[in-house]
């Protein structure tokens, strides 16, 4: 079953503007994490964030944690075409040698 | 190129016949997943070994579907007697054996196509 919820499920905009992804889960974690997948490729790592970070940065992408509400967003500041892909998240299974439960993800179109 | 590698890249099969794909993963890492993902939704875990023992298998790992790692390198996915609803892109990832770091790293993956 997925873990996961992202919100919105598709997100349209234009190029230089941000776009916010949310994401919910149910059960607690050790560490939340985000792919990206461009149209019928693999899966792309982003960023992991632990249960013990609130906020953690890289590049143009901003992630935010709040495990009271067991919910984090994705945030990529001055968005361009490039950016236009599916984002997922993803918690750990503990019981799998840390495989991934992923939500049904975000669709991404940045417009020139 | 050093990443997980998948081939085939795409499979059309009949109904009824059986499917074998190949996974390489990145060669110092001891992990290594199988998941599947149909249109729309993200990927689904079916199988995960650490070197070559299996240690865990999803419910969505039918009697049909069987994996293997034989020397703890190179996987394999086979799907016997495939059904149309095995359709799906089937993605395989490997992580290296650091507990820390839990991050995975995907191939391209496998579009099967059963008609």
């Known amino acids: 079953s997925q873990q996961g919820e992202e919100d919105p499920q598709a997100l349209s905009i234009q190029e230089g503007e941000n776009a916010t992804m949310n994401c919910s889960y149910k059960?607690?974690?050790?560490?939340l994490q985000w792919y990206r997948q461009n149209s019928g490729r693999g899966l792309v790592h982003l960023i992991l964030?632990?249960?013990?970070?609130r906020e953690k940065h890289s590049g143009r992408l901003r992630v935010t944690l709040d495990t009271s509400k067991k919910s984090s967003s994705l945030l990529i500041t001055a968005s361009r075409a490039a950016d236009t892909a599916s984002y997922f998240c993803?918690?750990?299974?503990?019981?799998?040698?840390?495989?991934?439960?992923f939500g049904k993800g975000t669709s991404l179109l940045v417009t020139p | 190129d050093t990443g997980v590698s998948q081939d085939p890249r795409h499979k059309i099969t009949k109904r009824g016949q059986n499917v074998t794909f190949r996974c390489d993963p990145i060669?110092?890492?001891?992990?290594l997943y199988w998941y599947r993902q149909t249109l729309g939704q993200g990927p689904e875990f079916l199988t995960y070994?650490?070197?070559?023992?299996?240690?865990?298998k999803s419910r969505l790992l039918s009697d049909r579907f069987s994996a293997e790692r034989p020397k703890g390198s190179f996987s394999t996915l086979e799907i016997q007697r495939t059904e149309q609803g095995d359709s799906a892109m089937y993605l395989c990832?490997?992580?290296?054996?650091?507990?820390?770091?839990?991050?995975?790293?995907f191939g391209q993956g496998t579009r099967l196509t059963v008609v």
């Open positions: 990832a490997s992580s290296p054996p650091s507990t820390g770091n839990t991050e995975a790293f």
């Open positions: 059960t607690s974690i050790n560490n």
């Open positions: 964030i632990r249960s013990n970070e």
């Open positions: 993803a918690t750990e299974r503990r019981d799998s040698g840390y495989a991934l439960n």
């Open positions: 060669s110092e890492h001891n992990r």
């Open positions: 070994f650490q070197n070559e023992a299996q240690l865990e």
